[in-house]
């Protein structure tokens, strides 16, 4: 078992992005990337997905099983699409967690989720997905949107959301995955690393983060071994639903 420590000292070194950085660097090198970007987050998600990121967070959200007086938490929240969602599911008698590691984009979530008239039933919470600072089987449903890639420690993380989760709670992984759609890759990978990083330096007036989120995205595993980590982190029934010929997965698992 993790006693809260570390599992990864010393001078071992993990991906971000195509780079090598040392294990402790990884988590400040995406704060800094995500304090760059979340003034213009929400317009860059349309403009490089063409808006068809909102479909794949519906779709997300329509496997939640979130009924009113629910309990779920939105981890690596971003700017509170899913958190909005969830809140809409489980109504005024339930609660959601919206919780990021990073404070610059729980701002920008919170208002959101403000502007929105939502009160009461909401709790912001700065939070590392690695170590969720919640009692054990507490949640219904817990969703990571388009942030597990970011993760130093994948595994950590797994561990820590099947932690939290209630026994026949559900665990709902929205990421980013590898194309599988015939002739699909190719285009991709022209479009992620010729346009994107131009649409950053246009819009968000930062190429340098949207190479990383390019290249993030390579760097993280596919639809068979995250199936396979969701299960070795202690879910049952995992499995997955390929979106858009693959650019996008759901993965899916249960705690018993």
Not at 73 to 96: E, I, N
Not at 140 to 157: E, Q, S
Request: charged share 25%; aromatic share 8%.
């Amino acid at each position: 078992m993790n006693d809260g420590k570390p599992e990864h000292e010393g001078n071992e070194t993990v991906d971000f992005g195509f780079e090598r950085v040392a294990w402790a660097e990884k988590a400040r090198r995406v704060r800094s990337v995500f304090e760059s970007v979340s003034g213009k987050y929400d317009l860059m998600n349309d403009l490089m997905s063409f808006g068809v990121h909102r479909l794949w967070k519906q779709f997300a959200l329509s496997l939640t099983g979130l009924r009113p007086g629910g309990r779920a938490l939105d981890v690596a929240g971003g700017t509170g699409d899913l958190a909005l969602g969830m809140l809409r599911q489980v109504g005024k008698s339930g609660h959601v967690v919206f919780s990021d590691i990073n404070p610059a984009m729980l701002e920008k979530g919170r208002d959101r989720l403000l502007d929105a008239g939502i009160v009461g039933s909401v709790e912001c919470i700065v939070a590392d997905a690695e170590r969720l600072p919640f009692a054990d089987n507490c949640f219904d449903c817990v969703m990571i949107g388009f942030g597990l890639r970011n993760v130093t420690d994948k595994p950590a993380a797994l561990r820590s959301m099947q932690r939290v989760l209630r026994p026949g709670g559900q665990l709902i992984v929205l990421e980013f995955s590898t194309p599988t759609a015939p002739g699909l890759k190719p285009l991709y990978d022209a479009y992620s690393f010729r346009v994107l990083p131009l649409l950053g330096r246009w819009v968000a007036k930062d190429a340098d983060s949207y190479r990383y989120l390019a290249e993030s995205i390579r760097m993280h595993p596919d639809q068979e071994t995250l199936r396979n980590m969701l299960g070795e982190a202690g879910f049952a029934q995992a499995h997955y639903h390929n979106l858009s010929g693959g650019i996008v997965a759901v993965h899916r698992g249960y705690k018993l």
